[in-house]
């Protein structure tokens, strides 16, 4: 299993990133998708989920209305659209997938909104 997160960066205020996960070794549709993330000096925290039919999870409460899950089958990728961004949304960001193998994960993009 291969997560490989991309598109993080340095950000404004107000501003948008969109993130990527590319997956790979496993059967990507099947599976709960999922971004977590971890600002500096806290704990790791769920962002959003989806699920195999493309419902959503999770979405933490900080981000609701802001922050969008989405993913692509065919591509095997999973997105993470953020919107009106806030220096506490600065963190490094983190793709999980939950199989029946076992959770794996990305080793993080790091995003930092600051002006």
């Known amino acids: 299993v291969q997560l490989v997160e991309s598109g993080g960066g340095l950000v404004q205020p107000g501003g948008s990133l969109r993130l990527s996960c590319a997956a790979s070794?496993?059967?990507?549709?099947?599976?709960?998708m999922s971004w977590y993330r971890q600002a500096p000096g806290k704990e790791r925290e769920a962002v959003a989920g989806?699920?195999?039919?493309?419902?959503?999870?999770n979405v933490a409460d900080s981000v609701k209305g802001r922050f969008t899950i989405s993913k692509d089958n065919v591509n095997t990728t999973v997105y993470l659209q953020m919107n009106s961004l806030k220096p506490e949304d600065t963190a490094v960001y983190y793709c999980?997938?939950?199989?029946?193998?076992?959770?794996?994960w990305g080793k993080g993009t790091l995003v930092t909104v600051s002006s």
């Open positions: 999980n997938a939950h199989t029946l193998a076992g959770d794996y």
């Open positions: 070794g496993f059967t990507f549709r099947l599976y709960v």
């Open positions: 989806i699920n195999n039919v493309g419902g959503i999870t």
